[in-house]
């Protein structure tokens, strides 16, 4: 472990980017635990003793704001919790150290792939037919509903690659 608790010796570091990390990023996050979770039959904290660490951030964030209201509320009909959520920028170390960057949007992946042309082999766009995730900001609970949705279609999709060993 280093300093700031996280585990260096995962197997799997997912990293999920959007703009601001207060909606899609953090939603994806905590979605993409409790799918895994369910696949490997574990509790979560169990995920960091099995080499898997998760987290998200934005290409253009706030330093520790909150989640968007909304994506709260739609993560608890989920029985999830973002309440603890703070946002955070994007870091080149959190690039170097991921073995997986899924980002919403063509956008955002682009601007990782300039950033970083190193790291393209690990940068993709989660939705697999190439379709942004809409950014629901200021929209209303069923546009952040629609977005869960599709975030949770598109990361069953990742979880059956990644995890088809143990199927």
């Known amino acids: 472990m280093t300093s700031?608790?996280?585990?260096?010796?995962?197997?799997?570091?997912?990293?999920?980017?959007?703009?601001?990390?207060?909606?899609?990023?953090?939603?994806?996050?905590?979605?993409?635990?409790?799918?895994?979770?369910?696949?490997?039959?574990?509790?979560d904290w169990e995920l960091?003793?099995?080499?898997?660490?998760?987290?998200?951030?934005?290409?253009?964030?706030?330093?520790?704001?909150?989640?968007?209201?909304?994506?709260?509320?739609?993560?608890?009909?989920?029985?999830?919790?973002?309440?603890?959520?703070?946002?955070?920028?994007?870091?080149?170390?959190?690039?170097?150290?991921?073995?997986?960057?899924?980002?919403m949007t063509e956008r955002h992946r682009i601007v990782l792939l300039e950033a970083r042309p190193d790291l393209s082999e690990r940068i993709h766009l989660l939705n697999r037919s190439g379709a942004d995730i809409a950014d629901p900001i200021g929209g209303t609970l069923d546009d952040y509903r629609l977005c869960a949705q599709q975030i949770s279609e598109n990361l069953q999709l990742w979880i059956d690659e990644l995890f088809r060993k143990d199927a």
Not at 8 to 35: H, K, W, Y
């Open 4 to 43: 700031s608790g996280q585990a260096t010796d995962a197997v799997l570091r997912v990293l999920f980017i959007c703009t601001g990390n207060t909606c899609r990023s953090p939603m994806a996050e905590v979605l993409f635990r409790q799918l895994v979770t369910r696949k490997l039959d574990c509790r």
């Open 48 to 103: 960091r003793e099995r080499g898997i660490d998760v987290f998200s951030a934005g290409i253009a964030a706030g330093e520790s704001d909150p989640a968007a209201r909304e994506a709260v509320q739609v993560m608890q009909e989920t029985g999830l919790d973002l309440s603890q959520h703070l946002s955070q920028q994007v870091t080149a170390s959190m690039l170097d150290e991921s073995t997986l960057i899924l980002t």
